[in-house]
Structure formats: C-alpha cells, structure tokens
C-alpha cells in the first residue's frame, strides 16, 4: 500500500516564502505530482517530479528526494490567491498498467496580509 | 481546447437510491478515473478505465461501479445509497501514455447529498 503523510494546515504571510512538505511511503514509485485545489473548486496541477532535484515553474517550485520518500513544494512572493489547499499525490506502477493517484489529506495554506 | 466535464454539478438522493454519474474527458484524452473527496478521507481512488477497461480498483465496496464508451465518456453508478457515499465526486482524465508525465486533469465534480 501507499501512505503519503503532509501537514494538515499552515499560515503564512503576503509576500512571504512558504515550504510545504510531504512524505510518502510506496512501492513501484511512478512520479509525484503536486496539485492546488480551491475550496469549492477542482484541484488544478502544478508540478511533477520523477527525478530527484528541483523543478521550478515561477513563483512555485517542487523538490523531491526517492532515497527519503520525500517531497516539498516552494511557494514564493506568496499572494492572497495562494490561499487553497496544496495536495501532494504518488503515483506508483504495479505491473499491470500505472496506478490511480494515491493523494495525501492536503495542506490547507491561509494566507495572512 | 475544453477541459473535463461532468453532469450533474448537484445531486441530492435518498438513502437506498441508486445514482449515475457523467464524465467527458478531454478530447484525445484516453484515461478517465474516478475519486471520492470527503473533509474526513480527503480525495480516494475509486477506478481507472482505459479504452473501454478498467484498469485499476481502489478499495471501494462493489456498490460502486463504472463503465467507459468507445468515444472514452465514462459513467459512474453508486447503488443502494448510503449517507456515507455524500462527497464530492471528481473525474480526471489523462492521455493514457506509458510515458511518466502523464497529467491528470480534474473535473469540476458533482456533488452528492444522501439524506
């Protein structure tokens, strides 16, 4: 089975950085996908990660280490928009075909002026 | 390029109902699967269907089940309700490649209410 365990929720500033982080525990590792999900909303992609190291996409940047089973997402010069819940999603090949997304319970991110 | 789309946006059954739901992926887009998002669980894998197959199974009772048309639509069918299935139900799609960067794209889900 998989278990990916990230924080539950987090406040940080405008204009700030922000580090979410999340760790998982899988078999036959297949990727590790970031998402953002507005309440009341779908969530949207951000990023991927398959290879260990840093993936930088503007404001919003995801590392990922395989030997540590671990991953964040790097958010800067955070805006009052970025408040949302960030979910953190394995997914892990079984032979037969690639897995559904195995997602963490989200980081719930508030934003503070 | 449109994106996922689901019908309905709302439903509200009663226990002991049964229910159906709708997904259209994005065009060209072969992989459609299914999740349960609850405050309690978060979001959970219910199943995956590629080319009219399924292709992966969470761990869902067998009142849940899906289907997937030729045209890649996918439906899926909730039986003998209970208050426990209300969530909100989102569908994703991706390309269905065996490359690794395979993005899932989410629908706006239908939310279910089982009174």
């Known amino acids: 089975g998989q278990n990916i365990d990230q924080p539950t929720e987090m406040t940080a500033t405008e204009g700030a950085i922000v580090q979410i982080n999340c760790t998982y525990q899988?078999?036959?590792?297949?990727?590790l996908f970031w998402y953002q999900q507005h309440a009341g909303e779908a969530p949207t992609f951000l990023s991927y990660n398959v290879l260990d190291g840093l993936e930088e996409k503007g404001r919003f940047s995801s590392f990922l280490s395989r030997s540590k089973g671990y991953s964040y997402l790097l958010l800067k010069e955070l805006q009052m928009k970025d408040s949302a819940s960030y979910l953190c999603?394995?997914?892990?090949?079984?032979?037969?075909?690639?897995?559904?997304?195995?997602f963490g319970k989200g980081t719930h991110l508030i934003i503070q002026p | 390029k449109a994106g996922v789309t689901q019908t309905p946006r709302y439903l509200i059954k009663t226990r002991g109902q049964q229910v159906t739901l709708s997904c259209s992926p994005i065009s060209g887009h072969r992989s459609v699967s299914w999740y349960q998002q609850t405050p309690g669980q978060g979001l959970q894998f219910l199943f995956e269907y590629f080319s009219e197959t399924q292709r992966n199974k969470g761990n869902f009772p067998g009142r849940f089940s899906g289907r997937q048309f030729s045209n890649s639509r996918s439906e899926m069918n909730v039986s003998t309700l209970e208050l426990g299935d209300s969530a909100l139900y989102l569908c994703?799609?991706?390309?269905?490649?065996?490359?690794?960067?395979?993005?899932?794209?989410f629908g706006p889900g239908t939310r279910l209410t089982v009174l």
């Open positions: 994703a799609s991706r390309k269905g490649l065996a490359g690794r960067k395979d993005t899932q794209y």
């Open positions: 899988t078999s036959g590792f297949n990727g």
């Open positions: 999603a394995v997914r892990a090949y079984s032979g037969g075909g690639a897995d559904g997304l195995t």
